[in-house]
């Protein structure tokens, strides 16, 4: 089999063996990427100076006799734009119009064309005065009602800053070989993933693979690559064996999906395709994920008792395939089901109290109407376990529930220092959050923003602290944060 074959991930029909061409761009990718974030390095000002000195880097032609150097890197200009989006700061480097921009947008970008005299719009002319909230009325007059929504639903955290590009496939918005290589490769193709996912043993999925392939060594793909032999089937010695003969038109087999009640989706398909592979896909997407296990073992107890005719002259009746077929499926199943007992850890499960002179508070968030509103609640409490102070809101428009978590918090610490309130432990049940407060890694988007004005409050407050617990212990903030849209419920509770 061709190394082209070996080379995509599972979901696109390989084994996911690397690439070296495309892992060899990613890398590249990674050069280029500082070219456009680090304007100050000494390379990208030798570069910028020579190939595109009043352009930008993914606007920059390859221009006459340029270097090897220049024409490696110029190669990812491709893979940088399906991987950049621009992060909001002050708006007044982001073209409307040209530029991705709009998070909730697949394209990032609005599918309609501007009006005369607007090409060059800013996105800072789409928001009000203070720079912390849009416009309704001028986004609503310009944009479709679904682009209007989604840049609408945008938040805009903080208007200090500047407009950056950051990488939108990463977490933390900083570009990274793994995930540029996985653009590279595309991991969008269902009819693989779901033959991956099947729970068979792992010989048959690897049987399955090949047959998807076709490159199982049937007579007449022997007879293709030039091995002389008979070309006729081995079990019923008439037509030709090829792939869609000896797995659907044969009569053994044909025997065989009729005795588990299949016969009758493979007659339909035959009459709609001639093409192996895609009936392959289209009887598997009929059936139901238990008849896919079975259709897949009947699959390899067909090509067994060929292999066993072939070489050892034993000749196996249908009933006996799909007996095997059966048998050795629920062999395999059982012993998924014995696993060995893992010992767990015993976690705290319940609110702990804070030493004496120390208080605590509970932050959680939860979201609303298909998680287009999100509500946040705090809870301050003592030495005692007594109830101090409680606050609840709603964020009308939030990212992702991550930054609305880190909102929350930053709240929650401007609450503590405007109440004047010492040896704070701030508790949230979203350890991701909790490891990027603690750490010193640098996040590059919005969440990264968020998280920065928390470390700033912090080392500003060196007896506050913030610590990770489980959801289960984070109960009373999470109860307030449920109450932030009821009418009734007041937003501070003392």
Same mark, same amino acid.
């Not at 000002?45 to 490696?72: E, G, I, M």
């Not at 005795?259 to 009887?283: A, C, M, N, Q």
């Given at each position: 089999m061709r190394w082209d074959k070996l080379t995509p991930h599972k979901s696109l029909g390989g084994l996911g063996f690397r690439n070296m061409e495309d892992f060899n761009l990613s890398m590249l990718g990674k050069q280029s990427w500082k070219l456009m974030t680090d304007s100050n390095s000494l390379l990208t000002r030798v570069l910028k100076a020579k190939y595109f000195p009043r352009r930008d880097f993914l606007d920059a032609p390859l221009s006459h006799n340029p270097s090897y150097t220049w024409r490696s890197l110029w190669s990812t200009q491709s893979l940088l734009t399906l991987g950049l989006r621009w992060k909001i700061g002050d708006g007044t480097k982001i073209n409307v119009w040209s530029m991705p921009w709009i998070r909730n947008l697949p394209t990032h970008k609005p599918d309609t064309l501007p009006p005369p005299h607007l090409e060059d719009l800013t996105v800072n002319h789409l928001m009000n005065p203070n720079l912390l909230s849009w416009n309704h009325n001028l986004i609503n007059s310009l944009f479709t009602s679904q682009v209007a929504a989604a840049v609408i639903s945008t938040p805009l955290f903080t208007c200090s800053m500047e407009d950056t590009r950051i990488w939108k496939v990463s977490p933390d918005g900083n570009y990274t070989v793994k995930s540029a290589y996985r653009i590279c490769v595309d991991l969008l193709h269902p009819h693989w993933k779901n033959l991956w996912n099947l729970k068979i043993?792992?010989?048959?999925?690897? /049987?399955? &693979?090949? #047959?998807?392939? @076709?490159?199982?060594?049937?007579?007449?793909?022997?007879?293709?690559?030039?091995? =002389?032999?008979?070309?006729?089937?081995?079990?019923?010695?008439?037509?030709?064996?090829?792939?869609?003969?000896?797995?659907?038109?044969?009569?053994?087999?044909?025997?065989? &999906?009729?005795?588990?009640? #299949?016969?009758?989706?493979?007659?339909?398909?035959?009459?709609?395709?001639?093409?192996?592979?895609? #009936?392959?896909?289209?009887?598997?997407?009929?059936?139901? /994920?238990? @008849?896919?296990?079975?259709?897949?073992?009947?699959?390899?107890?067909?090509?067994?008792?060929?292999?066993?005719?072939? &070489?050892?002259?034993?000749?196996?009746?249908?009933?006996?395939?799909?007996?095997?077929?059966?048998?050795?499926?629920?062999? &395999?199943?059982?012993? @998924?089901?014995?696993?060995?007992?893992?010992?767990?850890? *015993?976690? %705290?499960?319940?609110?702990?109290? =804070?030493?004496?002179?120390?208080?605590?508070? $509970?932050?959680?968030?939860?979201?609303? $109407?298909? $998680?287009?509103? !999100?509500?946040?609640?705090?809870?301050?409490?003592?030495? #005692?376990?007594? /109830?101090?102070?409680?606050?609840?809101?709603?964020?009308?428009?939030?990212?992702?529930?991550?930054?609305?978590? +880190?909102?929350?918090?930053?709240?929650?610490?401007? %609450?503590?220092?405007?109440?004047?309130?010492?040896?704070?432990?701030?508790? %949230?049940?979203?350890?991701?959050?909790?490891? *990027?407060?603690?750490?010193?890694? !640098?996040?590059?988007?919005?969440?990264?923003?968020?998280?920065? @004005?928390?470390?700033?409050?912090?080392? $500003?407050?060196?007896?506050?602290?913030?610590?990770?617990?489980?959801?289960? +212990?984070?109960?009373? !903030?999470?109860?307030? !944060?449920?109450?932030?849209?009821?009418?009734?419920?007041?937003?501070?509770?003392?």
């Amino acid at each position: 089999m061709r190394w082209d074959k070996l080379t995509p991930h599972k979901s696109l029909g390989g084994l996911g063996f690397r690439n070296m061409e495309d892992f060899n761009l990613s890398m590249l990718g990674k050069q280029s990427w500082k070219l456009m974030t680090d304007s100050n390095s000494l390379l990208t000002r030798v570069l910028k100076a020579k190939y595109f000195p009043r352009r930008d880097f993914l606007d920059a032609p390859l221009s006459h006799n340029p270097s090897y150097t220049w024409r490696s890197l110029w190669s990812t200009q491709s893979l940088l734009t399906l991987g950049l989006r621009w992060k909001i700061g002050d708006g007044t480097k982001i073209n409307v119009w040209s530029m991705p921009w709009i998070r909730n947008l697949p394209t990032h970008k609005p599918d309609t064309l501007p009006p005369p005299h607007l090409e060059d719009l800013t996105v800072n002319h789409l928001m009000n005065p203070n720079l912390l909230s849009w416009n309704h009325n001028l986004i609503n007059s310009l944009f479709t009602s679904q682009v209007a929504a989604a840049v609408i639903s945008t938040p805009l955290f903080t208007c200090s800053m500047e407009d950056t590009r950051i990488w939108k496939v990463s977490p933390d918005g900083n570009y990274t070989v793994k995930s540029a290589y996985r653009i590279c490769v595309d991991l969008l193709h269902p009819h693989w993933k779901n033959l991956w996912n099947l729970k068979i043993p792992p010989r048959v999925s690897s /049987f399955m &693979w090949r #047959l998807a392939h @076709q490159c199982l060594p049937t007579r007449v793909n022997l007879t293709t690559r030039g091995i =002389p032999c008979d070309d006729t089937c081995v079990s019923c010695e008439t037509l030709a064996e090829s792939h869609m003969h000896i797995f659907f038109v044969c009569s053994k087999a044909m025997e065989c &999906w009729g005795r588990i009640d #299949l016969g009758h989706h493979v007659r339909e398909l035959l009459l709609r395709t001639s093409e192996f592979t895609t #009936l392959l896909f289209d009887f598997l997407d009929r059936l139901s /994920f238990i @008849q896919q296990q079975l259709a897949a073992m009947l699959l390899w107890s067909i090509w067994k008792s060929r292999d066993l005719k072939l &070489w050892e002259s034993s000749s196996t009746s249908p009933t006996l395939i799909v007996t095997r077929a059966k048998e050795t499926l629920h062999e &395999w199943s059982c012993m @998924q089901r014995i696993k060995p007992q893992v010992q767990h850890l *015993a976690h %705290t499960n319940t609110w702990v109290k =804070p030493t004496i002179g120390v208080i605590k508070c $509970n932050v959680d968030v939860t979201t609303f $109407n298909n $998680n287009t509103m !999100a509500g946040f609640g705090m809870c301050f409490r003592d030495s #005692l376990g007594q /109830f101090i102070f409680g606050k609840s809101a709603h964020l009308p428009s939030f990212g992702f529930v991550l930054e609305a978590e +880190a909102v929350a918090l930053l709240q929650s610490i401007h %609450t503590a220092i405007s109440i004047g309130l010492h040896s704070v432990i701030f508790e %949230t049940d979203n350890k991701t959050l909790a490891n *990027a407060i603690n750490s010193t890694s !640098a996040h590059n988007n919005e969440f990264g923003d968020i998280v920065t @004005q928390c470390r700033v409050l912090l080392s $500003n407050n060196l007896d506050y602290v913030v610590s990770h617990i489980r959801r289960q +212990a984070n109960r009373v !903030a999470h109860t307030i !944060a449920r109450a932030s849209l009821s009418p009734t419920s007041p937003p501070y509770l003392l």
